[in-house]
């Protein structure tokens, strides 16, 4: 049957649509019979041999790890590739890996394994158990999953404190007030966010994850989903708006004169102007005279630069996100817009 339409032969589906139609009515009688006692034990031995077994092989990759100072970076390597995919399709593996003793020894080789990118793979691994997860965050937190802030100093190489970021904000932004308590109390979690911000040899995927997880904090300390751990209201946005130094490195962060790198650092300058929204917004007067002065000359920096591109018909979508920020930009200088609303995803 072929298509009039078409120099080419094919199937006229619309005349097969038809023809079915009007000569088949569904009724015919149905030639379904049950699966004999033989079949369905065929099947159940198929569907058994066909089947992987997700503990069996997180077992494998776990005995793999174990002893994992006398072996190469490759075997452990691929041992952490397997348990991350096992993770990753199903997260109840994370669990899974903690109940045969996995979890713990994954922590160990995060901290003290000798070569750095089986430490940043664990670390990815750690990142992915415990992200949304309470049960893990709680589990990790026992183990001593906070010692991440010191490892953050110990590691040399940039990917890892980057990968440790990732894998401390996961733990942190956790329901579970011991953690946070010990983290904003005990530790001086703020004051380490702070030395990081502050240090110039961060870099902007690390700083990115700090943001992150500042605007989350800023935003739970809000919702008052943490004050009653503190017990002082607003603790997190107090301190940094009673830190100039902070305040002043955020806002040379905003940066619209290397335009290499315009498009690449929109998400690092959104989260930090997002930060310092939610930081002006919530206490009147916070926007010093000098404060508005240097948002006055970034919004209008910011608009030759936007001009600039569309008068050369530049990059469309990087005049789109340039304009977004120019409206979150005008917003902070105007006292207006609610940035305790917006909400971003991981």
């Known amino acids: 049957m072929t298509s009039n339409n078409s120099k080419t ?6 005349g097969l649509f038809k023809w079915s139609s009007e000569y088949s009515d569904g009724t ?5 019979t049950a699966l004999t006692k033989e079949e369905q034990e065929w099947l159940s031995k198929v569907m058994k041999d066909c089947t992987y077994n997700d503990t069996d092989m997180m077992t494998a990759a776990v005995k793999a790890l174990t002893d994992h100072t006398n072996k190469s970076a490759e075997e452990l390597m691929n041992a952490l590739e397997e348990l991350q995919d096992l993770i990753d399709v199903h997260s109840s593996n994370s669990t899974n890996l903690n109940n045969i003793g996995g979890f ?6 995060m901290f003290t394994n000798q070569h750095s990118k ?11 158990s415990v992200q949304n997860n309470v049960e893990m965050q709680e589990i990790a937190h026992n183990h001593g999953a906070l010692e991440l802030m010191y490892q953050y100093v110990k590691e040399e190489e940039e990917k890892n404190k980057e990968q440790i970021m990732g894998a401390f904000s996961s733990l942190i932004r956790t329901p579970i007030t011991s953690i946070k308590a010990e983290f904003f109390s005990e530790m001086k979690g703020l004051d380490w966010l702070q030395q990081i911000i502050l240090e110039k040899k ?3 995927r690390t700083l990115k994850k700090v943001f992150f997880l500042l605007y989350d904090l800023i935003v ?3 919702d008052k989903n943490i004050d009653t751990v503190l017990y002082q209201d607003s603790l997190i946005k107090d301190y940094i ?14 940066d619209y004169e290397d335009e290499e790198n315009l498009f690449s650092d929109n998400v690092l300058r959104e989260f930090i102007i997002n930060c310092l929204g939610a930081l002006f917004q919530y206490k009147e007067g916070s926007v010093t005279k000098d404060i508005f002065e240097y948002l006055r000359a ?8 936007i001009k600039q591109i569309q008068d050369s018909k530049g990059d469309e979508d990087l005049v789109e996100i340039l304009s977004k920020e120019n409206e979150l930009l005008t917003s902070i200088l105007e006292n207006k817009g609610d940035f305790l609303l917006l909400k971003y995803h991981k």
Request: overall charge positive; cysteine-free.
């Open 9 to 14: 032969p094919g199937i006229d589906w619309q």
């Open 28 to 32: 015919g009688t149905s030639k379904f």
């Open 104 to 109: 713990k020894l994954l922590m160990e080789i």
């Open 118 to 128: 089986v430490r940043r793979l664990a670390l990815s691994v750690f990142s992915l």
């Open 202 to 204: 961060a870099s902007k």
């Open 220 to 222: 739970k300390e809000t």
């Open 241 to 254: 708006l009673e830190n100039n130094k902070m305040i002043i490195r955020m806002l040379k962060m905003i």
């Open 298 to 305: 970034k919004v209008s920096d910011l608009q030759q630069k």
